[in-house]
């Protein structure tokens, strides 16, 4: 008998035997938020369905799901021992079902203060809840219901950017008191920075899987998919300017709110037809196919109903999201992610996951806890030894790429020019 999916909601507060031997183990925060329509009933991970085996997050056909009154959101997790996985879930009011149900709560301050100001409440809540997402996770997927990117998502990054800075002092007196915590997560307010990935649920109608057409099967990029790659790396070079341009993303991913991988692919659009994305129209479909053969559908057991959606993605494909989000997961728990473009250097804290991987292979005995945490402190030194950047921003706004406290701990010649433009304005006559 297959056992109850444990999920739970933030804020949580484990018991004693929930936590017991998990709290040395080392996990990956994987979330998921964005946008989605009335019939998905709020859910944005079904997808992530398919990696523990069973449903989690969309477990039900005639799920209505509520969200907290006050904040408009919730956050629920799964936690995933065997893949050392957490996964977090955000529904607020980017997800119609949830706007839809909450039109109550506000209806009334709609009507005294108008939609412009209503909207502007409703988006700060959200972008708390997405505040906190962006300094506990190591990967976040954002979810469009559509192939098309949403650049409104471009003045929300930018705005969560500018308040990320100006909370950082806060976020670190909070994080000093948690035991066990590296000096470089507590200074930069998370682990690393996080790496952002797409995920398109629909498709054009060419791309469809089982749909017969020659682009669909034909030569210039290989493999059984050219089609759909050509539309996902078009849609990488598309999303990779808008972030660039608008200075959502940088050459040095630690200052930036995110960073995107410089050679992996980062977008996914799927393929498939989701039986379960509408919900009312797959239970109308269902009654009718009933109608029409009830004793076939009676020998359907309520097993065989529960996992259709699961195990549509558990079946092996040249192109399924389980193969797409598992390379990132996989290199998180190895050599971390190095987001930097050009010559900088990346400094996320991954648990020092490339060295501490090596040396878990071999080491044994009872001392394993105690040199583990000689080689932390081991390589923490190695990296301040000449290695840290000094990334102070230089008069054009620009990080200095300079090691640390080089040319006075001024960046990329910062001091000089300030220096000089002092000079400049004490030898200038002032104005008559």
């Known amino acids: 008998m297959r056992m109850r999916t444990k999920k739970f909601k933030l804020p949580h507060i484990p018991s004693g035997k929930d936590v017991a031997g998990l709290l040395e183990q080392k996990v990956i925060v994987v979330s998921v938020f964005g946008k989605s329509p009335y019939s998905a009933g709020g859910c944005k ?9 069973h449903r989690v997050f969309h477990t039900s056909l005639i799920d209505d ?19 050392r996985v957490i996964y977090l879930h955000l529904r607020g009011v980017f997800d119609v079902h949830t706007l839809v149900k909450s039109y109550d709560l506000f209806s009334k301050e709609l009507e005294e203060k108008g939609y412009l100001s209503v909207w502007a409440d409703m988006k700060y809540r959200y972008a708390r809840a997405l505040m906190f997402l962006f300094s506990v996770s190591h990967i976040l997927i954002i979810s469009h219901p559509t192939h098309i990117f949403d650049i409104s998502y471009v003045h929300l990054f930018r705005a969560l950017d500018v308040m990320r800075q100006k909370v950082l002092g806060g976020f670190s007196e909070i994080l000093r008191t948690i035991p066990g915590l590296s000096e470089e997560w507590i200074t930069n307010c998370r682990p690393c920075s996080p790496r952002v990935l797409f995920l398109f649920e629909s498709c054009p109608a060419i791309y469809l899987e089982g749909r017969a057409n020659v682009a669909r099967t034909g030569s210039g990029f290989g493999g059984k998919y050219p089609s759909i790659k050509k539309l996902e790396h078009a849609l990488e070079d598309q999303i990779y300017h ?12 630690s200052n930036s709110l995110f960073a995107i991988p410089a050679n992996q692919e980062f977008v996914f659009v799927q393929t498939k037809v989701n039986p379960l994305s509408d919900r009312n129209a797959h239970m109308v479909n269902s009654l009718v196919d009933f109608c029409k053969d009830p004793n ?27 193969s797409f989000l598992q390379q990132h997961i996989d290199q998180a728990f190895t050599k971390g992610f190095d987001d930097n473009v050009g010559r900088h250097t990346a400094h996320g804290y991954f648990e020092l996951a ?11 005995g009872p001392l394993f806890d105690q040199y583990t945490a000689q080689l932390e402190k081991e390589c923490d030194r190695y990296w301040k030894n000449g ?30 020019l300030q220096e000089e433009a002092n000079k400049i304005h004490d030898d200038t006559d002032p104005p008559e």
């Open 45 to 53: 991970a079904g997808l992530i369905d398919g990696f523990p085996g």
């Open 65 to 83: 799901p509520d969200v907290d009154q006050d904040l408009l959101c919730d956050i629920e997790g799964y936690h995933d021992p065997k893949q």
């Open 242 to 253: 808008i972030l660039r341009k608008s200075r959502v993303i940088t050459n040095i991913s």
């Open 296 to 322: 076939n559908d009676c020998s359907r057991n309520k097993e065989e109903i529960v996992n259709t959606f699961s195990t549509l993605h558990l079946e092996p494909n040249d192109h399924s999201f389980r």
């Open 354 to 364: 490339h060295a501490l991987s090596v040396f878990a292979v071999h080491a044994r």
């Open 387 to 416: 290695r840290q950047m000094c990334e102070v921003l230089s008069l054009t706004g620009n990080p200095c790429t300079n090691p640390l406290h080089r040319g006075g701990g001024e960046g990329a010649g910062g001091g000089e």
